[in-house]
């Protein structure tokens, strides 16, 4: 006979407000085989898990439904609590009468009904529960970090620092990312390339640290602490090992007609490049799509020149695999491509730029040199307007409905930085609000203004065209409550950012979840911001939501930290919840081993009473405990319902629908 | 058709003699003529049952799911659409390949023996057949007029096997399968509702379309499992037990190979193949075009996950 404890939680007001609780304890207590109902305002308090403790003593409870927040919450403490007292921790269920209740109900009699009716179902789930063990599982001491801009850097030097081996995977030829595009960085005005190619440098000196670039993730197999990655090292056409940077083979190149990525296609490069001056590693790519050998078989210039042999036509793609205890995903983000927003002519006129591209434009080592000129005509702008929000906080479903958070930021320094080293020239800014919370943000935004000069309209604009050579922004001015027209020599959008396109793929491979505009979700918003709810994944940078640099920097350690945390276990309890296959119903089809992400599947021949005295031999399938992670895929696809998860069979699934169903 | 005939029975007598196989499967003369059967046949004296004609319509490679388990090899005759069913037997292991010696025939359709009835024959004394005609009992049809539904739409081809009998005789599809598909589609909710309700109210369970289908091979059925939970769910609403081939058009989703054997052998007349069809025709739409049993080692679109894969609602609407 099964004595079941019941025990209901206010969760302060978070459930007691529109649950009635006292009335859900109650009639819970009248199922059949619930022996002790209970509530207390904090259940997962100290008192409140006495509580349970002592009832599961007292009445020699052989199983517990807390009615509470979402089992992702407190799960674990509940079961913790549960074994303390000498239950198996898998003899606990969750009734969720919050989020799946309270929450999401104004009505308290509805909400009652709810919760009862969900705590019915837990009870009937949890009469079919089993005592279940788990076991463990060693722990993959090296980490792997994808996308190689600073948040990788950083978390990869923070891991290597505490002395696990770590690999960048990188997809462009170089780490560094966009900040290494960067000219300056607000809000102390010190150059990028001063403050990030140190730290490329010491990625690439660091002994624990193996930089792939021009890599690609193929594939994700295995689960926390045992993660098997293929990682494809896409074919460069110049042995990293033998290349030694010198760049005469780009100076010998004939073909100078490929668009010059690290300036933002502002000007061209050689079919045989190294990206910028300080990449990281500094060896030569080729192109294949620009260069003459690979094309058509005519030239070789490159190879003929190249003192160490390092120039390579035959190259192929490689494919290495690899495991790691610990994913780091921090794959960035670009800005947003300007197609649906004609109005502003990005597309029609050579002066009107992103702000990466000015970035580029008033770099140093950018297609300029530094000197601030049109792409058009490469004469000097008099007049500069910026256009604030080009597709962030948009609701038209143009853009993008977040705020991208950096652009107030970044646009009040390139009109600082602008005044400062052109004073003559004018500079506009049109934006919706300026938004400059932090650290010495705001008084620098205010320096743009008060001792720069810069004029900032509070408004939207409504399109630019062009007048007699001049680019004319035709806006609002909100304050002054008139349109204004302004004629310009250069327009600068504020694009908004969105997470690097190939997070879809990799979030796929990895099993973390993703929200609506492509961020990776967190596993939980507050209290665990850089870890992905999946186990073992961890997020570092804008692939999580946008960020600045001194936050990615922040966010970047945090996210090592927490991997740190892993790899320094030994053992890892593995998940009890896992499947197994009826062998009396296996048909042996292979459609459960074709779903498992896992690969925990296998199968083997077995002999068989047939009846008569004689037996067969099948083939059946056989789930491998350590490896299984208990998604239940192979559970669902199995047509003749010979597999099945411990702790959510199709039976105790089935018993709760019914629960809810029976009236 | 009598050449096709005599040079299978050939090789049958050539294999058994040599030794190489120990059992044909093929088809059986009934006593009606139309009534034909399969059968194995373990000799060569025994070949003289052996029939290979326009009554054919039944699918063979279901029976090798037993017949390749037992000792000795099995010569097996596959019309196209029964290569289908045995690639996708192969795919999930339930054949044994070592134990059988594979042979692909051709087909031009066959007779639906419900449409002879219709035509006033209730017996055949003699039947001949050309590309597009079947003559019986003296009298002319066109194919079109008297063949097996699943025949009209049949477009599938002869695959690879062990050997091959072929005059390349081949008839083209008189009709798209889809189009009844899309006309459900067209069809409100309720219509439809309607229109199975009608169809299934017809079914007496017995097991038919699921004992012949090729597609159905569990060692023990879910539905005669009583610990499965849904052996007998809801006997509250006589609809609901009709369920049962709603599910298992969900249990064979992927794995159809719209041989059509459900509909041929039913015998209430329910056009069940055309559930299998509206799940291969919304594979084809979400995953791209798919026919199971084509090869014996691609993974199913609904049993495989591809990052390219897209979200059934960006192409059927409902977010």
Known sequence: ?663 | MQRLKTAMIEKATALLTSGEVSKVLGWKKGELGFDVEPAVFTSVDSLVDFTYDAFCGANLSKYLVEESKKEGKILVFLKPCDSYSFNQLIKEHRIKKENVYTVGIECQGKVDPYKLKENGIEFVTDASETVDTVTVNGKEFKKEEIILGKCLTCTKKLLSYDDVISFNEKREPSLDRFEMVKKLEAMTADERYAFWKDQLSNCIRCNACRNVCPACTCTKCVFDNDNSGIASKANSDSFEEKMFHIIRAFHVAGRCTDCGECSRVCPQHIPLHLLNRKFISDIDRLYGEYQAGEDTESKGPLTNYTTGDVDPSDVFGGK
């Open chain 1, 1 to 663: 006979m099964q004595k079941i404890g019941v025990f209901v939680c206010w969760c302060g007001s978070n459930i007691a407000a529109t649950v009635d609780v006292k009335k859900v304890a109650e009639v819970l207590k009248a199922e059949p085989g619930v022996v002790i109902s209970e509530n207390y305002q904090y259940m997962c308090s100290e008192n409140g898990q006495a509580l349970i403790r002592n009832a599961i003593k007292e009445h020699g409870l052989t199983g517990i439904v807390v009615c509470s927040c979402s089992p992702r919450m407190h799960e674990a403490t509940f079961r913790k609590t549960a074994e303390s007292a000498g239950l198996n921790p898998y003899m606990v269920e969750i009734a969720n009468i919050r989020e799946q209740c309270s929450w999401i109900h104004k009505d308290i009699e509805e909400a009652t009904e709810k919760a009862i009716i969900l705590g019915r179902s837990a009870i009937a789930k949890l009469k079919l529960n089993a005592p279940l063990t788990s076991g463990e599982s060693a722990v993959v001491k090296r980490a792997l970090v994808i996308g190689g801009g600073i948040a990788g850097i950083q978390s990869a030097l923070d891991i290597a620092e505490a002395g696990y081996e770590v690999d960048i995977v990188e997809s462009a030829p170089t780490i560094g990312g966009n900040m290494a595009k960067l000219d300056k960085t607000f809000p102390t005005l010190d150059c990028a390339a001063c403050i990030l190619t140190p730290k490329m440098v010491d990625c690439a000196q660091n002994e624990n640290i193996d930089i792939m670039t021009f890599s690609e993730i193929e594939s994700v197999k295995g689960f926390v602490g045992n993660f098997k990655v293929q990682i494809r090292r896409k074919a460069r056409f110049v042995d990293e090992k033998k290349c030694t940077g010198c760049g005469v083979c780009m100076q010998k190149c004939p073909s100078k007609k490929g668009k010059n990525e690290f300036n933002m296609g502002l000007n061209n490069r050689p079919a045989i490049y190294i990206p910028f001056a300080q990449a990281i590693p500094n060896v030569a790519i080729i192109d294949p799509e620009q260069c003459l050998k690979l094309k058509n078989g005519k030239c070789g210039l490159c190879a003929m020149q190249c003192q160490v042999n390092a120039i390579d036509y035959t190259q192929k793609d490689e494919i290495i695999e690899r495991e790691y205890g610990a994913i780091v995903v921090a794959t960035g983000y670009k800005p947003i491509s300007l197609e649906n927003f004609n109005e502003y002519g990005y597309d029609t006129y050579k002066d009107v730029v992103t702000s990466l591209e000015l970035e580029r434009l008033m770099n140093a080592a950018g297609p300029s040199d530094g000197h601030l000129v049109r792409p058009s005509d490469h004469k000097e702008p008099k007049v500069i307007t910026f256009i604030q929000c080009v597709g962030s906080r948009d609701t038209s479903g143009c853009g993008k409905p977040y705020c991208s958070k950096i652009c107030c930021m970044y646009t009040a320094k390139h009109a600082m930085l602008i005044r400062e080293k052109y004073p003559n020239t004018e500079v506009h800014v049109f934006y919706i609000d300026v938004r400059t919370p932090g650290k010495n943000y705001d008084e620098f935004f205010r320096r743009a203004v008060e001792q720069y000069g810069v004029d900032y309209i509070k408004g939207m604009v409504g399109k630019v065209y062009e007048e007699n050579g001049k680019l004319m922004v035709q806006g609002s001015d909100l304050i002054n409550n008139e349109q204004v027209v302004i004629p310009s020599d250069l327009v600068v959008l504020a694009a908004a950012i969105e997470p690097n396109p190939s997070v879809r793929k990799i979030a796929t491979m990895v099993t973390a979840s993703i929200d609506t505009n492509n961020f990776l979700t967190e596993a939980h918003a507050k209290l665990r911001p850089v870890e992905s709810p999946t186990a073992g994944i961890f997020l570092s940078g804008v692939c999580q939501g946008p960020k600045d640099i001194p936050e990615t920097v922040s966010q970047a350690s945090a996210c090592a930290a927490k991997v740190v945390g892993l790899l320094s276990k030994d053992k890892l309890k593995c998940n009890a919840c896992v499947s197994h296959s009826d062998e009396m119903l296996c048909t042996g089809c292979s459609v459960c081993a074709n779903v498992c992400p896992y690969g925990a599947i296998t199968y083997v021949d077995k002999e068989f009473r047939i009846g008569g005295g004689k037996t067969e031999l099948r083939r059946v399938a056989s789930v491998n405990e350590a490896v299984c992670q208990g998604c239940g895929a192979c559970t669902v696809a199995c047509p003749s319902g010979a597999m099945d998860l411990k702790g959510f069979s199709n039976k105790q699934i089935m018993a709760e629908v019914d629960a809810i169903c029976k009236r």
